[in-house]
């Protein structure tokens, strides 16, 4: 009996001492792994040979770990010890040891964002991605054609990439900005075009991007597009001229010095709708979603003309009787000379809507 009251006490000093070892080893694990770290607004940035070792002693400078040996030990308990993956980071204020581990070993590297906006031209989007802060400007001072080289494409670059704001990684090319923004577009557009009203008079998908561009530098209102789309659509059924100012904005350039003048209006551009039939050679800029969409669906309008109204909108009209008397209410003209012959177009000098 004795005997057995001894083996008793013996397994019960046993067990205490693994419920004790078990709490020290969690503890242990608790002040390796799961402390809470508070970092603040910390970026490490780690370039390709960047050791664990490394990264652990620059956590140590910078005060954001107490001891670099307990994180490499924390690294070589989980088996990431050799699986660092390079880039910039930034952590969450607070975080943990395994939580700053398992963001360097996944790659959850800081992104940065650019926008590109609708009825932007490639100009716009080359400064965009120029000023890009971390993003390696591969695309300045190459040519459109060295440029559609890069993206292995033949049509324009004027209104090829679907306006949207991008992610990219610290050091990405420019260039792989735009291929994403292309791949988007085309799917965009794709889908549209395979579910586009019958009997429209543009005939090719570029065909269409090229009448949503208009579209876009048109109006930026939404109950307004596929109207817009709808005169369009008249005029190019029956033979005329589109006579639309962003054209003629378009092929001015820097010409252009914020008013349209008839002496603009006559200038040879192939842009010029004002003196060209038929759609523009290229788009004249970036086209959203909604854009696209009504250039394929446009409204069932008599309308064939339209006029900006000053406040932001604009009045549709079936006859040049009433668009005539649209432009007299709403004052659109500028001033030219009396003697001058005034255009009578879709919009009758209004002013170009920028994004």
């Not at 960047?50 to 400078?61: G, N, P, S, V």
């Amino acid at each position: 009996m004795r005997c057995g009251l001894v083996a008793m006490r013996r397994l019960f000093k046993a067990g205490l001492g693994i419920v004790m070892l078990g709490g020290l080893m969690a503890a242990g694990w608790y002040q390796l792994a799961l402390r809470p770290l508070h970092p603040g607004a910390k970026t490490f940035h780690l370039a390709p040979g960047t050791t664990m070792r490394a990264f652990a002693e620059r956590l140590q400078r910078r005060h954001v770990i107490d001891f670099a040996d307990s994180f490499i030990a924390l690294a070589e308990l989980t088996g990431e010890g050799n699986a660092l993956k390079t880039g910039v980071y930034r952590f969450p204020d607070p975080t943990t040891p395994l939580d700053i581990l398992h963001r360097v070993v996944t790659g959850q590297v800081v992104e940065y964002p650019v926008t590109l906006v609708p009825g932007w031209t490639f100009h716009q989007v080359r400064q965009a991605l120029a000023h890009a802060p971390h993003l390696a400007d591969d695309i300045r001072g190459r040519t459109h054609r060295a440029v559609r080289a890069m993206l292995h494409m033949h049509s324009s670059l004027e209104g090829a990439f679907f306006p949207d704001t991008y992610y990219y990684t610290y050091g990405s090319p420019a260039v792989s900005v735009l291929a994403r923004a292309r791949r988007r577009l085309r799917a965009v557009l794709g889908t549209d075009w395979l579910g586009r009203a019958r009997h429209l008079p543009v005939h090719t998908p570029q065909q269409a991007l090229i009448l949503a561009s208009l579209i876009e530098k048109e109006t930026a209102k939404d109950g307004e597009r596929r109207k817009i789309a709808g005169v369009f659509v008249n005029r190019l059924r029956l033979g005329m001229q589109l006579e639309t100012d962003p054209t003629v904005i378009f092929g001015l350039g820097t010409r252009y010095h914020g008013v349209l003048t008839v002496a603009d209006l006559a200038f040879p551009s192939p842009y010029n709708t004002y003196i060209h039939y038929g759609l523009p050679p290229t788009p004249i800029g970036l086209c959203s979603a909604r854009a696209l969409y009504a250039a394929l669906h446009p409204d069932k309008t008599h309308a064939l003309y339209f006029v900006a109204t000053g406040r932001g909108g604009h009045v549709f009209s079936d006859t040049l009787k009433e668009q005539d008397e649209a432009i007299l209410k709403y004052e659109i003209d500028s001033t030219p000379p009396a003697t001058v012959p005034k255009p009578r177009g879709a919009r009758r000098l209004g002013q170009d809507h920028t994004h």
